[in-house]
């Protein structure tokens, strides 16, 4: 089974800062690696696919990027609806697993 | 619209057993895999399971091989879990999930609100 550990576990910014969250993997997922927002209440949103492609109708501050074991989602300008849980999730082999979540909080 | 409402949540006994249902709309579901991913309450997302769009392939975590299984019915536009042998470790939201492509390892791109199933005595 492949691990997702992300990183930090939770992070406390302003608005318009940038948020820099992390997800390793315990072995290579390639690219294979998806990006989801859940806000408080809510289900969880895709965000980025295949490590660095935005979904339909994400805004343009939210970037992801990586390969192999490392990826990172950047949110360059944070906006207090970015208050959520961020979690990334691989799709490499099975099964398939999610990592752990970094809470942001604005 | 994609639409994804799940349903067949309850209060079930430790060994009992529910019926997930997942009814979708707004897009043509023979094309697409699907998925039943759980949250814990207060936890994280746990993959359960996934099945291709034609139904021929499943798969499933091993926290609930055995007890749990995913199939469709491509005529009605629905998706079910069958979950038997209920422990309290079971206890979370089930949310039903589109895969974006037909093979079951694709992204997971649109999530129903999801349904809750407690085990308790």
């Known amino acids: 089974e492949t691990v997702l550990t992300q990183s930090p576990a939770a992070l406390s910014l302003s608005p318009g800062d940038r948020a820099t969250l992390s997800c390793r993997a315990s072995?290579?997922?390639?690219?294979?690696l998806d990006w989801y927002q859940q806000r408080p209440g809510q289900a969880p949103r895709l965000l980025i696919y295949?490590?660095?492609n935005r979904a339909t109708g994400i805004p343009a501050r939210f970037s992801g990027s990586g390969s192999g074991t490392d990826f990172t989602l950047t949110i360059s300008s944070l906006e207090p609806v970015d208050s959520a849980v961020y979690y990334c999730q691989h799709r490499a082999t099975w099964p398939l697993t999610f990592g752990g979540g970094t809470k942001v909080e604005i | 619209e994609v639409q994804l409402l799940e349903s067949g949540g309850a209060l079930v006994q430790p060994g009992g057993s529910l019926r997930l249902s997942c009814a979708a709309s707004?897009?043509?579901?023979?094309?697409?895999?699907m998925n039943w991913v759980r949250q814990a309450p207060g936890r994280g997302l746990e993959w359960i399971s996934s099945?291709?769009?034609?139904?021929?392939?499943?798969y499933s975590a091993e926290s609930v091989r055995g007890r749990f299984r995913i199939s469709r019915d491509n005529s009605k536009n629905t998706l079910f879990l069958e979950m038997n042998s209920l422990r309290a470790d079971d206890t979370a939201l089930y949310y039903c999930?589109?895969?974006?492509?037909?093979?079951?390892?694709?992204?997971?791109?649109?999530w129903g609100q999801g349904t809750l199933v407690t085990v308790s005595s």
């Open positions: 072995q290579s997922v390639h690219t294979s």
């Open positions: 295949d490590a660095s």
């Open positions: 707004g897009f043509t579901f023979t094309n697409y895999a």
């Open positions: 099945i291709t769009a034609g139904g021929a392939n499943t």
């Open positions: 999930a589109r895969g974006a492509d037909v093979m079951a390892a694709a992204t997971i791109d649109y």
